[in-house]
């Protein structure tokens, strides 16, 4: 059964760091898309970052570039969002999720991927 685990969140200071991993089980996920999005409390998610299945090519939200880094390793089968000097509105939960296929231009949207993880909760707070 296709799975999508994230484990990483917790709470951390303004200007902080911390590292989402997102680790694939019951499929093949050399083959997939990887996409961030995050759900702050009473707004609507939001597409954060995409890496593609087959160059790696990366793709971020103006909001989180610069800041953000994804990576994906297909042999751990496991991807990473690295989020530096993170600031209050970063705090939210998110998510991975995953499509066949490289990120389409308009990457952000939940409706092109089809696995998602459970979540994960980041609150970036002093």
């Known amino acids: 059964q296709a799975q999508l685990v994230e484990s990483g969140g917790g709470l951390v200071r303004p200007g902080g760091s911390l590292r989402l991993s997102c680790t694939a089980t019951g499929f093949i996920f050399d083959y997939y898309r990887v996409g961030w999005f995050r759900q702050a409390p009473g707004k609507e998610r939001e597409g954060v970052a995409c890496i593609s299945s087959y160059d790696g090519s990366t793709y971020y939200a103006d909001s989180v570039k610069g800041r953000f880094t994804t990576s994906r390793d297909n042999f751990g089968k496991t991807m990473y969002l690295e989020m530096n000097r993170l600031k209050s509105e970063d705090t939210a939960d998110y998510y991975c999720?995953?499509?066949?296929?490289?990120?389409?231009?308009?990457?952000?949207?939940?409706?092109?991927?089809?696995?998602w993880g459970q979540g994960t909760q980041v609150t970036v707070s002093s």
């Open positions: 999720a995953t499509e066949p296929g490289d990120c389409p231009p308009i990457w952000d949207l939940e409706h092109l991927y089809s696995g």
